[in-house]
């Protein structure tokens, strides 16, 4: 008799264990095996649509900054030395002219001409040609060419470029593009007056000397040897830090920069040599 019970409890304990074990049908199996895969396929093609959104998103907002906020420049002379090197990388803001005005001693980013595509050749004051008079090509989409220089006149100044002094050579950087001093080694020096007061330049490399293009010189020289140059309304009048290794407003045949050609206030460089621009 305690045979048969166990007997009895063994097939009953069998039968449940085979019943727990076969809980899954195979088409159960199959069919869990399939959403497992729907569920993976789902979560990889969201993970691609999330990072599609993540580029997209930051392509817009580099987009906005490039062409709204900031102004992104490599200075490729030394004509602003020591306040910007030659090779230094800066960033300008823009919204500092599009809610307000240049200030005389801002360092601005502007448009003064273009470069040729094809020979990288370029060329200021004025809209480029159909055909470069450099390499003869077609020009079909040239690059702006920006200058970076330092507000020195602002719509209504009168700047002025007096004689004042004499520099002697050993005093200014060798510069091939210097004509030859006078016989006692010397050039006539120079100071920048705006509406009649003398300009503190404590950032000017070396003493000024008195260079003005012989165009300017016919135009504006006064019969005392000044150059008197009156900034019109809209229009700016900007110098380089560097002023003996400048082609500035001095040389241009339209000393005046207009602001729709003003972009950007240089606020800093950030490389090689980081920091704040004044």
């Known amino acids: 008799m305690g045979n048969e ?5 063994n097939s009953e304990i069998f039968e449940i264990e085979k019943g727990k074990a076969g809980d899954t049908s195979p088409e159960e199996q199959d069919g869990k095996k399939n959403t497992g895969d729907k569920e993976k396929k789902g979560g990889l093609k969201a993970e691609i649509i999330s990072w599609i959104q993540v580029i997209v998103a930051a392509v817009v907002i580099a987009f906005v900054l490039n062409n709204f906020v900031i102004a992104n420049s490599k200075v490729p002379t030394g004509s602003m030395e020591t306040t910007i090197m030659s090779g230094d990388r800066v960033i300008g803001s823009r919204l500092s002219y599009t809610f307000g005005a240049p200030e005389r001693g801002d360092i601005a980013i502007f448009k003064f001409g273009w470069i040729c595509e094809n020979c990288k050749k370029a060329m200021g004051e004025s809209p480029a040609p159909e055909v470069c008079p450099f390499c003869g090509e077609e020009i079909k989409k040239p690059d702006t060419l920006y200058y970076v220089k330092r507000v020195i006149g602002v719509p209504g100044d009168v700047v002025e470029i007096r004689r004042e002094g004499k520099v002697n050579i050993s005093d200014i950087s060798e510069n091939p593009s210097l004509p030859a001093p ?5 050039y006539d020096g120079a100071s920048v007056y705006v509406n009649g007061e003398k300009l503190t330049e404590d950032y000017l490399k070396e003493p000024m000397l008195y260079f003005v293009g012989d165009n300017n010189r016919a135009l504006y020289e006064t019969e005392d040897g000044v150059c008197r140059f009156e900034v019109p309304e809209g229009c700016y009048f900007m110098m380089g830090d560097n002023r ?4 500035d407003a001095r040389f241009w045949n339209n000393p005046f920069i207009s602001k729709d050609k003003i972009i950007a206030k240089v606020m800093l460089r950030y490389f090689p040599n980081p920091g704040l621009l004044d």
């Open 5 to 9: 019970n166990n007997g009895m409890e």
């Open 182 to 186: 006078d016989e006692n080694g010397e």
């Open 244 to 247: 003996n290794n400048s082609q």
